[in-house]
């Protein structure tokens, strides 16, 4: 079993940043890719953004050039910087581990973008 603990959400303007951080405990594998998936009130989960053992990212069109995803393989922690930040990115952001058959999910964070 995999735990994951989110934290960084909130309340910010439309241009403005956040930072979300994510740490990852228990049976952690080496070989593993974190993201951070999001849903907004009557949309599906989608991805963000995701980021494997070795470094290789994956972007929504959405945040390109605007989301950045970072890991720290030895601490077990996925960040997403996020900027310019617009009313649409609003959602519950969950932190997404996987590795073989194992797949879980964070308690998930609110952001909120609004003037």
């Known amino acids: 079993q995999v735990q994951l603990v989110e934290s960084g959400g909130g309340l910010v303007q439309p241009g403005g940043s956040l930072r979300l951080s994510c740490t990852a405990s228990?049976?952690?594998?080496?070989?593993?890719?974190m993201g951070w998936y999001r849903q907004a009130p009557g949309k599906e989960r989608e991805l963000v953004a995701n980021i494997n053992g070795g470094g290789r990212t994956n972007y929504a069109e959405s945040v390109k050039g605007r989301f950045s995803i970072s890991r720290d393989n030895v601490k077990n922690t996925v960040n997403l910087q996020m900027s310019t930040l617009r009313p649409e990115d609003t959602a519950v952001y969950y932190c997404?581990?996987?590795?073989?058959?194992?797949?879980?999910w964070g308690q998930g964070t609110q952001v909120t973008v609004s003037a």
């Open positions: 228990g049976s952690i594998s080496s070989i593993n890719a």
């Open positions: 997404n581990y996987r590795s073989g058959v194992i797949n879980s």
